[in-house]
């Protein structure tokens, strides 16, 4: 995730050329920039308690261990709090603070429940590249664009935003679109930080959350 967040990446790899179109797990993407709308409405959404029947998709799989919420409407949400942690990193140029316009990144990210890093309960591939510098305060405005994959389906969150953020672990929050599986046709939000200090070689971890709706 966020690859090239100026924080050391040891052990990883930085590779000249275009990071832009990395073929994820479901194939190439095409116009991955094109925006996502988010349907779901999140607030009206009621906590129950959750197990693992909760969370079987339609096909009767069990879903990833969740807080199962349902809504008026039959509606049906699930909410996740992931630790992701980084294992590869791709660049066209070198990580830091402040990269230019133009630099990109490809990655390859475990999830763990939080607050741990055993029992990986999926993976997240994304690519992200610095599209503009912007004028009235030099920040880098970042597009990133990742894949989730569960045992019971795949969503994808993309969007952009202040690069500053991520350097500053302020939350992000992006929008969530459901792909195969149980997450079909949902939608929802992904919020998540950069968690300085987690890991020993000072890469940071990221505090994952979310929240996705039926409809």
């Known amino acids: 995730m966020h690859g090239g967040?100026?924080?050391?990446?040891?052990?990883?790899?930085?590779?000249?050329?275009?990071?832009?179109?990395?073929?994820?797990?479901?194939?190439?993407?095409?116009?991955?920039?094109?925006?996502?709308?988010?349907?779901a409405t999140l607030a009206a959404c009621v906590t129950v308690a959750a197990s693992q029947a909760d969370t079987a998709g339609a096909d009767g799989r069990p879903a990833v261990a969740g807080?199962?919420?349902?809504?008026a409407g039959h509606r049906t949400c699930v909410s996740y709090h992931y630790t992701e942690v980084m294992t590869k990193l791709?660049?066209?140029?070198?990580?830091?603070?402040?990269v230019p316009a133009g630099f990109e990144s490809t990655w390859l990210d475990y999830l763990y429940p939080f607050g741990t890093r055993t029992g990986q309960v999926g993976?997240?591939?994304?690519?992200?590249?610095i599209v503009e510098k912007r004028a009235s305060d030099g920040h880098g405005i970042e597009y990133q664009y990742e894949l989730f994959h569960l045992p019971d389906g795949v969503f994808t969150a993309q969007s952009a935003f202040d690069r500053t953020s991520?350097?500053?672990?302020?939350?992000?929050?992006?929008?969530?679109?459901?792909?195969?599986?149980?997450?079909?046709?949902?939608?929802?939000?992904?919020?998540?930080?950069?968690?300085?200090?987690?890991?020993?070689t000072?890469?940071?971890?990221?505090?994952?959350?979310?929240?996705?709706?039926s409809h």
């Open 5 to 39: 967040t100026g924080f050391p990446v040891p052990g990883r790899t930085t590779t000249e050329g275009t990071a832009r179109h990395m073929k994820l797990h479901l194939g190439e993407m095409k116009d991955w920039r094109k925006p996502l709308a988010v349907t």
């Open 90 to 98: 791709e660049t066209n140029g070198t990580p830091g603070v402040d």
């Open 67 to 71: 807080t199962a919420r349902h809504v």
């Open 166 to 200: 991520v350097i500053d672990g302020t939350w992000i929050t992006q929008p969530v679109t459901g792909l195969t599986g149980r997450y079909q046709g949902w939608s929802g939000t992904w919020t998540w930080r950069a968690v300085p200090g987690a890991d020993p």
């Open 123 to 129: 993976t997240a591939t994304g690519n992200m590249d």
């Open 202 to 213: 000072g890469v940071p971890d990221f505090e994952d959350k979310f929240l996705i709706c």
